[in-house]
C-alpha cells in the first residue's frame, strides 16, 4: 500500500468496514447453551465474541486462531542524544539481531503462544530528527513507514500481535499521547528502560518542548504522529490500520503500541473497535492511556519489556477463551439440566 499524501491516509483512515455483528451473535447463542451459568467465563466470553465480530462468518464459519502473527517493528530516535534513556541508540540494532537468533523473550513467548514472529527493522541506520528541533519526520519519510506497517499485515492471519523495538520510543509515545490527550512530561513520562531521577526530569523536559515546538498541530492527529513519533510507531499505526482493513482482530502491547494507534482513535472513535490492550504496562502513563481510549487491558503483572512480550502471552488468554468456546458440551448434548424457568 502507498499513501500519496497525509490526506490519503486520513481518507483510509475513516474508510473502515464495520464488524460482522451475525458472526458475533451466533458466539454470544452458543454461549447460552453451554454447560455453565450465564456469563461465568466473564470476559473469555466476550473475547470469543470479539474474536468472530472481526474475523466474520466470510472469514470462518466459527472464531479461530490457526495463525497468529507477532509483528515486532524497530526504529531509532534521534531525541536519545537528549540523554533521555538508560540504554544507548546501538542496543536497538543489537536486539534485532537477538531476535534473529532467537534469544529474546518475546522468541520464547511467540512459541508458547503458538504465534509466528517477525521482525522488522525500519532504517535503524537514519535515526528520526531530534524532535525538539523538529519534526521527527517528514511527512515523506512517516507515510513509508505507515506503508511498511500496512503491508506487513498478511490477510491469511487470524490474529495480529503488534509490538516494537527503540531506544527511546517511550519518549516518543509519550511525547504523542500528551499531544493527543492533554498535560505533559509530568503527567506523561515514565522511566522508561529505567533511567534514574536525573534523566525522568530531562525526559519530561524534553517532552514539554516538543509539545511547544509543535504546537500548531494539535488538531492533526497524523501530522503529530508524524512530528512526535518513530518508524516504528508509524508503522504500528499502518499495521493496526490494515488489520481494521482486511477484518483482522489486534492485540496491542504496551504502552508504546498503544500510544503509535491512538491516533486512529483520534480520526474516529470506533477505529480501534478491532483491537484489545493485551496487558497493562509497568510504564506508569499506559494505565492513563488505555483510560482515555477506553480499553480494557486483559493482563496485568507488571511487565514493560515491549516486543510484543504482553501481547504475545495474552495469545494464551484467547486461545482459552475459544477452546472454552468450541469444546464445551452445550446442556442438550451433555444431558444436563438448564436454568429453571
Sequence with gaps: MTFASLSA??????????????????VVARQAQLTKPPGSLGRLEELAAWLARWQGQARNHAPRLDRVDVLVFAGNH???AQ???????????QMVANFSAGGAAINQLARVAGASLRVIPLALDEPTQ????????????????????????????DLVCLGEMGIGNTTAAAALAAALFGGGGERWAGRGTGVDDAGLARKRAVIDAALARH??????????????????LAAILGATLAARSARIPVLLDGFVSTAAAAPLAKLRSDALDHAVAAHAS?????????AELGLAPLLDLDMRLGEASGAALAVLILRAALACHTGMATFAE????????
Design 9 to 26: 491516509l486520513r481518507a483510509a483512515c475513516h474508510a473502515l468496514p464495520p464488524p460482522d455483528e451475525a458472526a458475533a451473535a451466533q
Design 78 to 80: 534521534g531525541v536519545t
Design 83 to 93: 540523554g533521555i534513556s538508560a540504554y544507548p541508540a546501538a542496543v536497538t540494532a
Design 130 to 157: 531530534d524532535f525538539t528541533q523538529g519534526a521527527a519526520m517528514d511527512e515523506a519519510a512517516f507515510l513509508a513507514a505507515v506503508a511498511a506497517g500496512f503491508d506487513a499485515v498478511d490477510h491469511a492471519a
Design 215 to 232: 504546537a500548531t498541530l494539535r488538531d492533526d492527529p497524523l501530522a503529530l504522529a508524524a512530528a512526535l513519533g518513530g518508524r516504528e
Design 282 to 290: 509497568a510504564e506508569a502513563a499506559h494505565r492513563t492511556l488505555l
Design 334 to 341: 451433555a444431558g444436563v439440566a438448564g436454568k429453571k424457568k
